[in-house]
């Protein structure tokens, strides 16, 4: 099984400041299948990228993926309002699919 | 439109079985598979597994695989997630979900959730 352990657990960030997000895998992950999901208090999670680095339809710019093997990144380059939330990797080139912990990204 | 219409609420005591449900619409039932997520109350997301509803052929997470029983009955465009041996740790949010057009395993539609609480 391949574990995924996000860094740091919660992170706070000023309106307008950038967030960077990391997600460390135990073992390569397959072809960069990993993927980036937001998730708001009583909301199912937002696909936000995939394959590492590609945004999903209709995620804005803002949003940004990198990292290959075994270390991946989120960034979000300017932080609104409605970022403020929880964000989740999950690798999905071998079962089982597993996600990471989190990281809660809060108001400054 | 995609969606994914998830059963209600349930509460179920220790030791019992559950089955949740998951009505697909707008889009062809066989041509995606369905992943099973859930999450316990105030804690991370965690992979239950993953059925084709090409051709039923599943996956689990370890954890899972002796109390977990994922199905699919095309005739109603319905997925469906059992679990058994309930405990108070199977306290939890449910979640369907499918991939993106192309995917697989990259879940860009997901159902309500379904609460399911286990208690005595």
């Known amino acids: 099984e391949i574990v995924l352990t996000q860094s740091p657990g919660a992170l706070s960030v000023s309106p307008g400041n950038r967030a960077t997000l990391s997600c460390r895998a135990s073992?390569?992950?397959?072809?960069?299948?990993l993927a980036w999901y937001q998730q708001k208090p009583g909301q199912a999670p937002r696909l936000l990228i995939y394959e590492a680095s590609n945004g999903a339809t209709g995620i804005p710019d803002r949003f940004s993926g990198s990292g290959s093997g075994t270390d991946f990144t989120l960034t979000i380059s300017r932080l609104e309002p409605e970022d403020f939330a929880v964000y989740y990797c999950?690798?999905?080139?071998?079962?089982?699919?597993?996600f990471g912990q989190g990281t809660k990204v809060e108001i400054k | 439109q995609v969606q994914l219409g998830q059963s209600g609420a349930e509460v179920k005591k220790p030791g019992a079985s559950v089955k949740v449900s998951c009505k697909a619409s707008g889009y062809t039932f066989s041509a995606y598979g369905i992943s099973w997520v859930r999450q316990a109350p105030g804690q991370g997301l965690e992979w239950m597994g993953w059925?084709?509803?090409?051709?039923?052929?599943?996956e689990y997470a370890e954890k899972f695989q002796d109390r977990v029983t994922l199905t699919t009955d095309t005739a109603t465009t319905t997925a469906y997630m059992e679990l058994r041996s309930l405990t108070i740790d199977d306290t939890a949010v449910y979640f369907c979900a499918r991939a993106f057009p192309g995917g697989e395993h990259e879940l860009k539609y997901w159902g309500q959730g379904t609460l399911v609480t286990v208690a005595s």
């Open positions: 059925i084709s509803a090409h051709n039923g052929k599943t």
């Open positions: 073992h390569n992950i397959t072809d960069n299948f």
């Open positions: 999950q690798q999905y080139g071998r079962s089982p699919r597993t």
